[in-house]
Nanobody, 111 residues
Framework: QVQVVESGGGLVQAGGSLRLSCAAS????????MGWYRQAPGKQRELVAT???????TYADSVKGRFTISRGSAKNTVYLQMNSLKPEDTAVYYC?????WGQGTQVTVSS
């Protein structure tokens, strides 16, 4: 059974940093694309960043220069380093591993 588990969310002041981690288990192969999405209250879920197995990355314009996505050395792990956080970054952050999704981790940025 595939499980995608995120960790590292929490409450931080504006300007602070958080690092999200994600590990997908139960997948026999290394997925090509892993990523992070987020959903703020009352808003649609949106792409934050993706990374391929070849380390090609994409970012939402709103996080470019502040967030960094990276793959871990263990199979099907991914991280999201978030710096210079803003209140508008407050959302539930979801990890994706191929077609599989995690349950999400809450990130709250106070002003």
């Amino acid at each position: 059974q595939v499980q995608v588990v995120e960790s590292g969310g929490g409450l931080v002041q504006a300007g602070g940093s958080l690092r999200l981690s994600c590990a997908a288990s139960g997948i026999a192969f290394s997925v090509n694309v892993m990523g992070w999405y987020r959903q703020a209250p009352g808003k649609q879920r949106e792409l934050v960043a993706t990374i391929t197995s070849g380390s090609s990355t994409t970012y939402a314009d709103s996080v470019k220069g502040r967030f960094t996505i990276s793959r871990g050395s263990a199979k099907n792990t991914v991280y999201l380093q978030m710096n210079s956080l803003k209140p508008e970054d407050t959302a539930v952050y979801y990890c994706t591993a191929g077609r599989w999704w995690g349950q999400g981790t809450q990130v709250t940025v106070s002003s």
